[in-house]
């Protein structure tokens, strides 16, 4: 009897502390965690190094075509692999990003295709420069070896009598002259004629000429991203202000206000292909300085491509 009255007591236990712990369990789920001091920030912060690891230049990028707020509320929203449901929000979030990356991507494309026509016009008008040079030093060496050898003999059969060496002499120097007028001849050539009457889209105008022609040539976030510092470099100067710094290092131009870099960089920036003055020497330095600038603006796609591959789920 009295065992029956001890197992009767044990089961009501068991089946009151039952009763009891799904309500404990609620209660001790119900309490709100203190929050630590700044909590929102470091949150933010948390969320942002765990789903998203941006380089510093891609971070950059993504201020400058204007994605950083939006991205900040991406690594605030659900994730989509854990919550399915909240999905919608996050897709609309990646969705505006995207775009935003597309659209910089080809402003990029348009600036580096218009600094490969300038470089390919002014190859092409190198080479034209190069043919006519060919062209009229050829002819001046067949004119000056056929007039020197036919007067250089004539004044050697007159030389043969003393009547006629004054002669003999006498073609002798004009033979000397004629070949120095055919040289002479020959550079007008080379310098002038007719040029392909070409309009060149004056990449280096924004960066040595004209700050206006940067609307002309440049979107604004490939300008505003030349006008950065990179975070990743030494130099605390921009990204334009380098390949200035450069071109006066290595005598392409000088000082730009200065009268003797004037003239030089009317030539650099140039749009008339016709221009007589635009010789080889500056087409030569003007495409290499082209040069410059696309590897720097390339860079920038570079920096879109990690900002693609930061923000992947």
Same mark, same amino acid.
């Given at each position: ?7 009767? !007591?044990?089961?009501? *236990? ?79 979030? !990646? ?11 080809? $402003? ?10 300038? !470089?390919?016009? *002014? ?38 009598? +003393? ?14 002259? *004629? ?11 080379? !310098?002038?004629? +007719? ?57 392409? *131009? ?22 007589? $003055? ?22 920038? +796609? ?12």
């Amino acid at each position: 009897m009295r065992n029956q009255h001890c197992r009767i !007591r044990f089961t009501l *236990i068991v089946s009151l502390l039952l009763l009891l712990l799904p309500a404990m369990c609620v209660a001790q789920a119900s309490v709100p965690e203190t929050p630590s001091p700044n909590g929102g920030a470091s949150v933010l912060y948390n969320q942002d190094e765990e789903r998203f690891r941006l380089s510093p230049n891609a971070s950059q990028v993504a201020r400058i075509i204007g994605v950083e707020s939006v991205i900040s509320r991406l690594a605030s929203a659900p994730d989509l692999s854990t919550e399915p449901g909240a999905s919608f929000e996050g897709l609309l979030l !990646r969705q505006q990003i995207t775009d935003a990356i597309v659209a910089a991507s080809l $402003n990029v494309d348009s600036v580096l295709d218009e600094i490969d026509y300038e !470089r390919d016009q *002014i190859e092409e008008l190198r080479s034209l420069l190069r043919l006519r040079q060919d062209r009229a030093i050829g002819s001046t060496n067949f004119a000056v070896l056929a007039v020197g050898t036919g007067l250089g003999i004539v004044s050697g059969v007159l030389q043969f009598s +003393k009547s006629t060496s004054s002669a003999g002499n006498a073609m002798g120097f004009a033979a000397g002259g *004629i070949s120095t007028l055919f040289s002479l001849r020959s550079l007008q050539q080379v !310098r002038g004629g +007719k040029r392909p009457a070409w309009v060149l889209p004056s990449m280096l105008s924004a960066f040595v000429g004209q700050p206006e022609e940067q609307h002309k040539h440049y979107p604004d976030d490939v300008w505003a991203y030349l006008n950065g510092v990179s975070p990743e470099g030494a130099s605390q100067i921009s990204r334009r202000e380098q390949l200035v710094a450069g071109w006066a290092a290595e005598g392409r *131009i000088g000082v730009l206000d200065s009268t003797q870099s004037r003239r030089k960089i009317e030539l650099l920036t140039s749009p008339n292909a016709a221009d007589k $003055n635009l010789r080889t020497e500056i087409l030569n330095e003007r495409a290499a300085m082209l040069a410059d600038v696309r590897n720097r603006v390339s860079l920038m +796609k570079r920096d879109l491509r990690d900002l693609i591959h930061g923000l992947r789920p």
